[in-house]
């Protein structure tokens, strides 16, 4: 039916299924997974194959065409949105076809995930704005740019996490590390040393660990400047994380 007609949020979701899985065929790539073009949303435009969180952008950017309250879902690894009715919501799924679930199937979607280490907890059902739904993107790119050793586009991607999110400094610490690793040994220099002045100012266990890895690396790079930067932090990017 007619979308702008449809007031549950079960309606809804049956309509923006038929738009974008039916209509238009997006799926995800069960295939080639962590091909590149699975996250470049301009590809998976063009290609109606994409991740999870690719896909999701664009459900959610339908759905807010129609003035449908939207948002994503932050379940682990495996990015989901929410859509709202006027008295309901329901929890879809744009990999899968825009397969709505129930209790049960995020139940079992979790634990499939983490391999049984993992279950089904409040916080996977909490919303992400805008800001995270970007940075979450961007951590997809990194983390498939680091998996075929494309640095270059990997630091890209940090530096525009950065610009987004400019308050964690968990990415400008992976920025410096992986600046480090690659041989951009005076830029990687600068970031971690501009991450030691945030953390004094925030101290708790994960950033004092973050800071002793930050201290243990300057101390390497001084007494070790002229040896390839991979020997001296062993090649382990994303340690400390």
């Avoid at 790539?29 to 949303?41: G, V």
């Avoid at 879809?92 to 209790?103: C, E, V």
């Avoid at 002045?197 to 266990?205: E, F, H, K, R, V």
Wanted: overall charge positive.
């Amino acid at each position: 039916r007619d979308g702008h007609n449809a007031d549950t949020a079960k309606e809804r979701a049956k309509v923006l299924t038929n738009v974008m899985y039916n209509l238009y065929e997006y799926k995800g790539d069960e295939n080639f997974y962590d091909d590149l073009q699975n996250i470049n949303l301009m590809s998976v435009i063009d290609r109606r194959l994409g991740l999870p969180i690719s896909l999701g952008i664009l459900y959610i950017h339908a759905a807010l065409s129609q003035g449908w309250n939207v948002e994503g879902v932050n379940f682990p690894a495996h990015f989901l949105i929410r859509i709202y009715g006027k008295n309901d919501q329901v929890i879809l799924d744009p990999f899968h076809n825009g397969k709505i679930l129930n209790a049960f199937d995020l139940r079992k979607l979790v634990v499939t995930i983490s391999g049984g280490n993992q279950n089904l907890e409040q916080r996977h059902h909490a919303q992400l704005g805008s800001r995270e739904i970007l940075v979450r993107l961007l951590n997809n790119i990194k983390i498939r740019c680091l998996n075929v050793s494309d640095f270059d586009l990997a630091i890209n991607a940090l530096q525009r996490t950065i610009y987004i999110d400019p308050g964690n400094v968990t990415h400008k610490f992976e920025l410096g590390m992986l600046q480090v690793h690659t041989e951009r040994v005076e830029k990687g220099k600068k970031n971690l040393l501009n991450c030691l002045d945030l953390l004094d100012t925030n101290i708790n266990g994960k950033n004092e660990n973050m800071k002793k890895h930050i201290l243990g690396t300057l101390k390497e790079i001084r007494s070790y400047k002229k040896q390839n930067v991979f020997e001296l932090i062993n090649g382990d990017i994303d340690k400390g994380n």
